[in-house]
């Protein structure tokens, strides 16, 4: 079974503070996502890699920067946490090889900024 | 660039009801297609996809979809749903193999028992 793991399922962080969100995937894949989550809105990818230390920007990219430098881990960074930046935030991997893997997603990181 | 619409924001149903949940795609060249599903605290998981071939597929737990490329179409069917498909359901579209996935914005399925 494929497992996308995230470093918290609960983050509380101020205003102004720099915050790290980790994913680690164990399937060898090649491509690895970053998305929000809100309410109404649905899916927003914020950030993706086709592979390692190759980046691409999404639909909103402002605010977030991405590191990418070993295959299986792909952090998400906030430079300077704001409250409108609260949301649910998912990490989800796909292999390329067959041409037709699906995304595979972790359970989600809750991120509140007071 | 790419959209997907899901028209229902939120549907309600009683158990054995039949469900149809529609979703459309702004993509004229090929495409791949996917239903995900989010149960209350658990993570997105696929329901079905479709790459090509039969334009009628199965999914897991009953869920069947059917792709109508002249309609740009790609609804989620199920004949009888039950309590435990209380979820968020969300369709998705890729315009190539490398491509990312666009999702719709969701619909919530709440089955009174």
């Known amino acids: 079974d494929v497992k996308v793991t995230q470093s918290s399922r609960y983050l509380v962080k101020r205003t102004g503070e720099k915050v790290f969100l980790e994913c680690v995937q164990d399937m060898d894949h090649e491509n690895m996502f970053w998305y929000r989550q809100d309410p109404g809105l649905g899916l927003r990818l914020i950030y993706f890699s086709y592979d390692v230390k190759m980046k691409e920007k999404g639909d909103i990219p402002e605010g977030y920067s991405v590191s990418r430098e070993k295959k299986e881990r792909f952090s998400l960074i906030l430079e300077s946490a704001s409250t409108n930046q609260t949301s649910m935030y998912l990490c989800?991997?796909?292999?390329?090889?067959?041409?037709?893997?699906?995304?595979?997603f972790g359970p989600g990181t809750r991120l509140t900024v007071t | 660039a790419q959209s997907v619409s899901q028209h229902n924001h939120h549907v309600i149903l009683s158990e054995a009801a039949s469900l149809e949940l529609g979703c459309n795609y702004s993509y004229g060249g090929t495409v791949n297609l996917f239903w995900y599903v989010q149960y209350p605290g658990q993570h997105l998981q696929l329901l079905l996809k479709y790459f090509s071939g039969d334009p009628l597929v199965k999914g897991i737990k009953g869920f069947e979809a059917e792709f109508i490329k002249s309609k740009f179409s790609f609804n989620l069917r199920k004949p009888s749903v039950q309590w435990s498909d209380t979820a968020e359901y969300f369709c998705?579209?890729?315009?190539?193999?490398?491509?990312?996935?666009?999702f719709g914005r969701g619909t919530q399925l709440t089955v009174w028992p």
């Open positions: 989800a991997s796909r292999s390329t090889g067959t041409g037709r893997g699906e995304q595979y």
């Open positions: 998705a579209a890729r315009g190539s193999t490398l491509g990312r996935l666009y």
